[in-house]
């Protein structure tokens, strides 16, 4: 698959802007990340402006958010690896803590030289995932910066690029799946080296001379609750004005154009879709697949 935008991309009303909740500062890394690993190879750059990852032979890099938040609209902007970015993976997350863990997964699996990456998706609840859906971007993620957001409420956590929503997981408590909204998480990313399976599953190798592998960052924004010593940033773990335009996201659902967006996206990009893969669920698919 090419990379190309396309005539039939539906003209849609962008997304409403969510107020300052209590908001990250996109303008300064050293305000709201610390690097976790790497020996150097994670940098903040241009006064705050700009973080980067590197992976060599060495090793990968990483960082993880100062914060903790429960719900939120979280919004980054990702150059991911240039050229033959084979056997790297590009991790950007949401995750708790412990054995019962929540997490939230944009993973960008690299692939040879003009060949499209493969968007990973995944959500976690109490510890168990297996709710893969993969994607093909419509453009290429490697020659400038794209904003990557994961809008997550009580009812429903929705995956964007660049404002165009490509998933949707409800809150389906009600037929007994799990949803992740008691956990407080971290935002992580890491750069590093997956040859054994992210390349055509495990064929494709890293190719070593082609390091250091480098991705980079910029306008970080956290619309979101901050969890601090047991207690919520917003009331009762909602903005005191949830219904309001300003505070939009805490009770966001996709509107006819959104769902077509995500229609659009799905039919034309989608490569993979664990509701789809019945070898893979021999006794019936997941409860949620049913009410898709």
């Known amino acids: ?16 802007v969510a107020c300052l909740i209590m908001a990250a500062s996109g303008s300064n890394f050293h305000n709201d990340f610390d690097i976790t690993w790497g020996d150097g190879r994670g940098k903040i750059v241009n006064n705050g402006e700009v973080l980067t990852l590197s992976l060599d032979k060495q090793s990968g890099s990483g960082f993880q958010s100062k914060n903790e ?79 990557y957001s994961i809008l997550w409420n009580p009812e429903r956590i929705i995956f964007s690029v660049d404002d165009t929503p490509i998933r949707e997981f409800k809150n389906m408590e009600s037929i007994g799946v799990p949803f992740p909204k008691n956990q407080p998480m971290r935002i992580y990313s890491s750069l590093w080296n997956a040859d054994d399976w992210a390349t ?68 034309n990009y989608m490569i993979y879709n664990y509701c789809t893969d019945a070898k893979r669920f021999p006794q019936g698919l997941p409860s949620e697949c049913k009410m898709s």
């Open 1 to 16: 698959m090419s990379y190309s935008s396309s005539s039939k991309f539906p003209l849609l009303m962008p997304l409403m």
């Open 200 to 267: 055509r599953g495990g064929l494709v190798k890293t190719d070593w001379t082609q390091a250091p592998f480098t991705a980079s960052y910029r306008n970080f924004n956290a619309d979101a609750c901050v969890w601090s010593n047991g207690a919520s940033s917003c009331k009762s773990n909602a903005p005191s004005s949830s219904t309001s335009t300003n505070n939009a996201w805490f009770s966001q659902e996709m509107d006819s154009a959104k769902q077509q967006r995500l229609q659009w996206v799905q039919q």
């Open 69 to 147: 938040y429960l719900f939120g609209k979280i919004d980054m902007q990702l150059k991911l690896v240039p050229g033959n970015s084979a056997g790297t993976v590009t991790a950007y997350y949401l995750s708790s803590k412990g054995t019962t863990w929540d997490e939230i997964d944009f993973e960008f699996l690299g692939n040879l030289s003009g060949d499209p990456y493969i968007l990973h998706t995944n959500a976690f609840s109490q510890g168990k995932g297996n709710r893969e859906q993969q994607f093909y971007l419509w453009f290429d993620p490697t020659t400038d910066l794209h904003t």
